[in-house]
C-alpha cells in the first residue's frame, strides 16, 4: 500500500487552486449540521462519492470544521495516476487482495491521533448522488469493530442542484453517528440519514 504524505507546499497548492475552482464553477456551498465532535477523539468521516470534486470537500471539512488532519482512503491504481495527490494525504487501498489488510491495519493507526480525520467512501465506487442503497464494502468492518471509543463517525452526504441559476449550489449534510458499530448498522444509518437529506433538499 502507499501511505499518506503531507507536503506543506502540495497542500498549499492544493487548497489554493481548488478554492480558486471552486470560485468559477460553483455559486455556493452551504454547509448543513448539528455535529460535535470532542477534541479528544479522532473523525471516521464516510461521504457519498459521485464527481472528481469529493476529496477537496472532505478536505475542506477536516480543515475548516472538524479542524483535523486530512487522510483520505482511495484506490491504488488512481493513486498512482495522480501520485500528487499521495503528498496531500491520500492513501491506497486495493480491493479484492491481501494488500486491503495493510489498508484498513493503516486506517486505525490513523484513527489513534485525536488530530486526524479519515475519509472513507463506503461504496468504494464512484455512484451517481441519486443512488441511495448501494452496499458497503464488508473490510469497513475491521476498521469499526472493536475498540473504538477513540473516535466518532460522521456521516456526510453531498448534493448538487443549479435551481435557477448557471452554476450550482453545493448542499453538504453533516450527523453524527452513535450506533452500533457494524457494517449492516452503519450502512442502514446512512441510507436513512442520505433520504433525510434528500427531503430537505426538495424543501428549499
Known amino acids: 500500500m502507499i501511505k ?48 472528481w470534486w469529493d476529496g477537496y470537500w472532505s478536505y475542506r471539512l477536516s480543515r475548516e470544521i472538524f479542524k483535523r488532519k486530512f487522510y483520505v482512503m482511495m484506490d491504488e491504481q488512481n493513486l498512482r495516476n495522480r501520485m500528487f495527490l499521495n503528498q496531500v494525504g491520500v492513501f491506497s487501498v486495493q480491493k479484492n487482495s491481501r494488500d486491503l489488510l495493510n489498508s484498513l491495519i493503516y486506517t486505525s493507526e490513523i484513527l489513534k491521533d485525536p488530530k486526524n480525520l479519515a475519509t472513507i467512501y463506503p461504496t468504494g465506487v464512484m455512484l451517481t448522488q441519486h443512488e441511495q442503497t ?21 456521516l456526510a452526504v453531498f448534493l448538487i442542484d443549479y435551481f435557477g441559476f448557471a452554476r450550482p449550489e453545493i448542499s453538504i449534510y453533516l450527523g453524527n453517528y452513535s450506533g452500533e458499530r457494524t457494517v449492516e448498522a452503519l450502512e442502514a444509518a446512512y441510507h436513512s440519514f442520505y433520504k433525510s437529506c434528500i427531503l430537505k433538499q426538495t424543501e428549499k
Do not use: C
Not at 10 to 31: A, S
Not at 45 to 50: K, P, S
Not at 134 to 154: E, L, Y
Open 4 to 51: 499518506a504524505r503531507h507536503n506543506k507546499l502540495y497542500i498549499w497548492f492544493f487548497w489554493t487552486y481548488f478554492r480558486f475552482l471552486q470560485k468559477i464553477y460553483f455559486r455556493k456551498m452551504t454547509i448543513i449540521s448539528t455535529v460535535v465532535v470532542p477534541e479528544d477523539k479522532s473523525v471516521l468521516l464516510f461521504q457519498n462519492h459521485f464527481s
Open 134 to 154: 448501494s452496499h458497503f464494502q464488508k473490510g469497513i468492518g475491521r476498521i469499526i469493530s472493536g475498540d473504538t471509543n477513540h473516535f466518532a463517525i460522521v
